[in-house]
């Protein structure tokens, strides 16, 4: 068995045991014919399933036992924010709700920036289309994707719009995102995203904030959603 270090922050905590432990979580298909290998062999391992957390991650862990090790641990690493609101949208697609933001950027960018060079800045717009030929096919019938970004930038200061959608093919989304992200002075003021898989709508965003106060944070969202609603 391997020793107890945190599977999260690779803190070793074998000096002291008193809050930290062992956290067993749902096996997988593949997990279970492996735990099955190692109990047939009689060979001495780490268990599939079983991982260590140090007593900043115990509890937590715990919490997601039901799911597998894998998920549980890529839900926990994920990005914590002071402030986090999952919100719904009438936009139909990344695309529709990339085109609104671009419609409604100047107004959108007097929410975060005072600098006025800044906001008279005109983003630049990249777009591009490219095809991923495979199985003996080739462009236009193989699978492909857009990805368009509109961006202003200024030293350590951007303010970015941009979605991403992947395509089997002319009627089937593989999966679609998209995400806005202010930044000043190398600091994540504020962001939107989403992501859709195997369909083209989206039906929700999530806005996310460590810089803005809970008071501006909620401003900032309602005078938003006004403008995508």
């Not at 509890?59 to 690493?77: C, F, G, P, V, Y």
């Not at 139909?92 to 409604?104: Q, R």
């Not at 975060?112 to 591009?128: A, G, H, S, Y």
């Not at 504020?190 to 898989?197: E, N, V």
Request: charged share 30%; glycine share 2%; aromatic share 10%.
């Amino acid at each position: 068995m391997r020793p107890p270090i945190c599977a999260i922050c690779d803190n070793d905590f074998r000096a002291s045991m008193s809050e930290e432990g062992l956290v067993s979580f749902k096996l997988s298909d593949k997990e279970i014919e492996e735990n099955k290998r190692f109990e047939d062999s009689k060979i001495t391992g780490h268990p599939a399933g079983l991982e260590w957390f140090c007593k900043d991650h115990y509890e937590k862990a715990k919490k997601l036992s039901h799911l597998t090790k894998r998920e549980a641990i890529k839900q926990m690493s994920l990005p914590v924010y002071l402030n986090e609101s999952t919100v719904s949208i009438e936009e139909s697609n990344v695309i529709a709700l990339f085109n609104v933001i671009n419609k409604n950027w100047d107004e959108i960018i007097e929410f975060f920036i005072e600098d006025k060079n800044i906001r008279l800045m005109k983003p630049t717009l990249k777009q591009d289309k490219s095809w991923s030929p495979m199985d003996n096919c080739v462009p236009p019938n193989c699978p492909y994707v857009l990805n368009a970004e509109n961006k202003v930038e200024q030293g350590l200061t951007s303010i970015t719009n941009h979605y991403y959608v992947s395509y089997w093919n002319e009627n089937e989304v593989s999966n679609s995102q998209y995400s806005f992200q202010v930044i000043i002075e190398s600091k994540s003021i504020f962001g939107i995203s989403t992501y859709s898989s195997g369909q083209d709508k989206i039906d929700s965003i999530t806005l996310v904030s460590n810089e803005l106060s809970k008071i501006e944070f909620e401003e900032v969202k309602n005078k938003l959603l006004r403008l995508l609603r």
